[in-house]
């Protein structure tokens, strides 16, 4: 090997796992919650910005958020005022069975943003509509902000759809931003999210946060995210984990973010 690809190497060894001089996570408690899996985690601390990330390459590609953009979709109809109270009424069946069996029901807010309804959402997209939803997504500056695929699918992987992209350094980099509130969203906004964001309390932090899942064409998972922020102490922490490979999904994803929040004593 000549002396530049040693250097080049060298330097990709020590991007896999980065860690600032700021932030409590060991790269030894990401690598054992990955295990011998394909997958990225980011995580940035609020304040003094501090950044762990596991890696770097894949931290920067671009890919279909799923169902992790019901964050923005849900804090885009809560400023244009569409949607109610969490645990309000929201969604209304349409009597059409679907596979999962928590969308055959009427859901709330809080009810559909935790079973991840995909018809509810795309309703509330229908209502943004292409115009505003275009505006909102240039504004906070999310991904490729592509959304030709269609109002009520641009975030949606499918065969033949180019969908909106984003990376997972972009997921959390926008995390880190919402939590400083630095984003054109109300307090009220986001603290109506952050009630149907919350997924599990302990006595060293709480975590809120959302999944997503993808399917290759044969409509096996193969795409898992876990995308949201960890407070506990004095400060919060923003994430993003991705993980690509056979039957992942988005639970697998949160369960990886679980275990690393864990051994970090964050959770």
């Known amino acids: 090997m000549n002396p530049v690809a040693k250097i080049v190497t060298a330097l990709l060894v020590a991007m896999s796992t980065a860690r600032s001089a700021e932030s409590p996570i060991p790269a030894s408690a990401v690598r054992s919650a990955f295990g011998d899996r394909i997958g990225t985690f980011v995580c940035i601390d609020c304040s003094s910005r501090g950044t762990t ?27 244009l005022g569409l949607l109610p109270s969490p645990g309000d009424p929201f969604y209304k069946w349409d009597g059409e069975t679907r596979p999962i069996r928590e969308w055959n029901r009427d859901l709330s807010l809080a009810e559909a943003f935790g079973a991840s309804c995909v018809p509810a959402f795309q309703g509330l997209a229908r209502q943004i509509g292409p115009d505003r939803m275009r505006a909102w997504i240039d504004a906070i500056g999310y991904g490729d902000r592509d959304t030709s695929a269609g109002i009520d699918a641009f975030w949606l992987p499918a065969k033949g759809r180019k969908t909106l992209l984003v990376s997972p350094r972009e997921q959390a980099e926008l995390m880190a931003k919402l939590v400083r509130k630095e984003l054109p969203f109300s307090k009220a906004s986001c603290a109506a999210l952050e009630k149907i964001m919350a997924v599990r309390e302990t006595d060293k932090g709480a975590l809120f946060g959302k999944t997503g899942s993808g399917a290759d064409e044969s409509g096996r998972y193969n795409l898992g995210w876990f995308v949201g922020y960890v407070r506990g102490g004095e400060a919060t922490r923003a994430f993003a984990c991705a993980m690509r490979g056979v039957s992942l999904a988005g639970k697998d994803a949160r369960a990886v973010v679980e275990r690393i929040l864990e051994a970090s004593g964050l959770l």
Request: net charge negative; with cysteine.
């Open 53 to 79: 990330i596991h890696d770097a390459a894949l931290a920067g590609e671009r890919l279909p958020p799923c169902s992790t953009f019901k964050i923005w979709n849900t804090l885009i109809g809560l400023e």
